[in-house]
C-alpha cells in the first residue's frame, strides 16, 4: 500500500499519520528512549536486542537496519533507541535531502567509528547516493570523485564502521542490492488497540494528563494503529476536557470531544464517511468507479484514492474490484444501514441510520 501518497496529501487531518504542525516539538517529549520502554511491535523488539547485545558483546558495530512500516508507528523512535542501546551518536538524514552523491560522501565521511547514520525515506535517495550507499556499507569506504569528465579521478576514502538505520515507508520501492544489504529487516505492523492504549496512558502520564482506562482504551480505538495518531488525539482530548470538564479523560469526555474533531469510534474522519457514505447511500453499495465516488464527494480522484480509501480498505470497510469500489458488510453495519438484499422494499439504507448525517450536510 502506499502510504507516501497518504503522508503527502493528507496534511492537516487530526488522523493523518504524518508529523505535522506542533506534533514535532511534542513527538520529542514522548519518545520512548530504550527498548523497555517501547510498547509493542514484540518480534521486531526481541530481534533487535539480540543483533544489538550481541554486536555489544562482540565490542562490534551493529549490522544495518531496515526498518518499513507506515509512517508515525516508531521507526525514528526505534533508530534514537538502537543509538541508545549501543552508547553511540546518531546523525539523522533523510533520502529527499541528499540530492547528490557529494552530499552523502560528505555526511560519511564525517561519521564518528559507531555512529548510527538514520537515512529516512531512503526510498527517495538518488541514484548516485544509493550507488555510493552501496559501497560504504559493504566495504566502509567511498570512492570521491574530484575533477569532472575525462579528467575525473575516483579518490578511495576509508570510513570508520557505522550503522545504517534506514526507514521506508515502502521496501518494495528499495533495489534489491541496496535490500540485501542490511544484516537485519524489521517490518514494523499497525498497532493493536490494547497497545495504543498503553501509548496513551504512558503519555497522558508524561503530559500530566489525568486519564482513566476507559478513556484511553477510547482513544486508542480511534488512533488507526497508529502511536503518532493516539498521541495526537489525546492532545486534543485533553484540551477539551480541560475547557468543558475538569481536566478528567473518561471514556465520555473522550468520545465527547473527538466527536468535536469528527473521529468517529473507529478513527474514520469526515472524509473517509463521506466516502462510505456516498457508496452506501447513492450507490447501493457499488460496485462504482473512482472517478463517480469522487465526484460524489466533492473530491478529487486522488484524494478519495491516496487519502480515503488506504485506510478503509485496511479497516475492511471498502473493497477495490476491477469493476469499480465495493462496500464490504462491515462498511453497512459501521454506518447504521441495512444492504439493500436484506432491506426488501424500500432499498438501500432507505430505513434505519442511527441518526446519521445527511451526505451534504457534512
Ligand atoms: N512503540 C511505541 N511506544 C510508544 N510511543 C511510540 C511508539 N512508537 C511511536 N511512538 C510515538 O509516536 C510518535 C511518532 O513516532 P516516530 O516519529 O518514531 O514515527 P515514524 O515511524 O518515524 O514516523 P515517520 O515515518 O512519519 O517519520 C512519537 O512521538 C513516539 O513517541
Known sequence: MNWDDETDTAAERIVGAAAEGDDQAVEAALRPKDLGEFIGQEKVRQQLDLVLRAARQRGATADHVLLSGAPGLGKTTLSMIIAAEMNAPIRITSGPAIQHAGDLAAILSSLQEGEILFLDEIHRMSRPAEEMLYMAMEDFRVDVIVGKG??????????????????TTRAGLLPPPLRDRFGFTAHMEFYEPHELERVVTRSAGLLDVAVDPAGAAEIAGRSRGTPRIANRLLRRVRDYAQVKADGMITREIAAAALGVYEVDSRGLDRLDRAVLEALLKLFGGGPVGLSTLAVAVGEERETVEEVAE????????????????VATPAAW???????????????AGSGGGKGQAGLFGM
Do not use: C, M, N, Y
Not at 453495519?333 to 432499498?347: D, E, N
Open 310 to 325: 488506504p485506510f478503509l480498505v485496511r479497516e475492511g470497510l471498502l473493497a477495490r474490484t476491477p469493476r469499480g469500489r
Open 150 to 167: 575525462p579528467g575525473a579521478t575516483a579518490i578511495p576514502l576509508d570510513l570508520p564502521p557505522f550503522t545504517l538505520v534506514g526507514a
Open 333 to 347: 453495519s459501521h454506518l447504521g444501514l441495512v444492504p439493500p438484499q436484506a432491506a426488501g422494499p424500500g432499498g
